[in-house]
């Protein structure tokens, strides 16, 4: 492995590779992975045969593709610390534990007992990955939230939906957004999509006046000032036909809950905006 992403760093940097035309070496370097797995069986193979493990031929294919499975799979210890440098380890340590296992496999069937628990073991590296990438990237999105620059109003979630698409930022203003999507599949029709129903959560800008004005969110582009009606104690809604934004004052904080109805209804709207509060992180990470 060492020599693979060694002859691929003197590939792609090498000046005949930067100056090729077209895809040139970066098209070679996209390939880079797909050959690797053939390229590590037939380097793997007479090098297991010098060093005497025996049958090569089978050790070498099945380190492969224990290679090729842990590194698809077991991407949770991507999160572990790097080598100085900021250069990862997993390359190399994987693929060295998959060979190691291979020959340890195939050297003899018996004890049984020991193999059947490393099969199995094996094959919880997906869902226990899945679990723990998962906790990793709440962990992370909660960290993220709690430094949010503007306080997490959440409402009390209608009935048949649940918060996705959650994130800050900071670049134009400070914002906090977030969906409430139908339960069930994701969205991928414009029916789907319509369903459902956005939320922006900003500091109250100085033209938000309702009801003469309700530009709650400010940004690099020119903002309309539309009025907006009052619905509910601090709740104002403003909109044609069919597109609403509801507004939510909640102490120096707007949210804008943004949607298309129908198919969501005025009262389901309300019941949102009127809901809002501030909530923890895990409010809308789940844990």
């Known amino acids: 492995m060492v020599a693979l992403y060694l002859a691929e760093w003197l590939l792609v940097s090498s000046p005949a590779c930067r100056n090729a035309p077209g895809w040139g070496c970066l098209g070679v370097a996209v390939l880079w992975?797909?050959?690797?797995?053939?390229?590590?069986?037939?380097?793997?193979?007479?090098?297991?045969?010098?060093?005497?493990?025996?049958?090569?031929?089978?050790?070498?294919?099945?380190?492969?593709?224990?290679?090729?499975?842990?590194?698809?799979?077991?991407t949770a210890v991507d999160n572990l610390p790097a080598l100085p440098g900021g250069v990862s380890w997993v390359p190399f340590?994987?693929?060295?534990?998959?060979?190691?296992?291979?020959?340890?496999?195939?050297?003899?069937?018996?004890?049984?007992?020991?193999?059947?628990?490393?099969?199995?073991?094996?094959?919880?590296?997906?869902?226990?990955?899945?679990?723990?990438?998962s906790r990793v990237d709440d962990s992370r999105q909660e960290a993220a939230l709690s430094a949010s620059p503007v306080p997490l109003l959440g409402p009390r979630v209608p009935s048949g939906y649940h918060i996705e698409g959650v994130g800050t930022e900071t670049l134009?203003?400070?914002?906090?957004?977030?969906r409430l999507a139908p339960d069930g599949r994701q969205a991928t029709s414009m029916a789907e999509l319509h369903r459902e129903i956005e939320v922006i959560v900003a500091p109250v800008q100085p033209r938000f006046t309702p009801p003469s004005h309700c530009a709650a969110i400010n940004s690099t582009y020119p903002v309309p000032a539309p009025a907006c009606t009052a619905v509910a104690?601090?709740?104002?809604?403003?909109?044609?036909?069919?597109?609403?934004?509801?507004?939510?004052?909640?102490?120096?904080?707007?949210?804008?809950?943004?949607?298309?109805?129908?198919?969501?209804?005025?009262?389901?709207?309300?019941?949102?905006?009127?809901?809002?509060?501030?909530?923890?992180p895990s409010y809308f990470t789940g844990g």
């Open 233 to 280: 104690p601090d709740v104002w809604r403003s909109g044609n036909s069919q597109y609403v934004s509801y507004y939510i004052r909640v102490g120096d904080t707007v949210a804008d809950i943004q949607a298309t109805s129908p198919p969501v209804s005025p009262a389901v709207l309300t019941s949102v905006a009127r809901s809002m509060s501030v909530r923890q």
């Open 172 to 178: 134009t203003a400070p914002t906090f957004y977030y």
């Open 93 to 133: 340590a994987l693929p060295t534990a998959a060979f190691a296992l291979a020959a340890w496999f195939i050297a003899s069937l018996r004890p049984w007992l020991p193999r059947v628990a490393t099969v199995v073991a094996l094959a919880l590296v997906v869902p226990v990955n899945t679990f723990v990438v």
């Open 33 to 74: 992975g797909d050959v690797t797995p053939f390229v590590l069986f037939v380097v793997g193979w007479p090098v297991l045969r010098m060093l005497g493990v025996r049958p090569a031929w089978l050790t070498a294919l099945l380190g492969v593709g224990l290679s090729w499975y842990l590194l698809r799979y077991l």
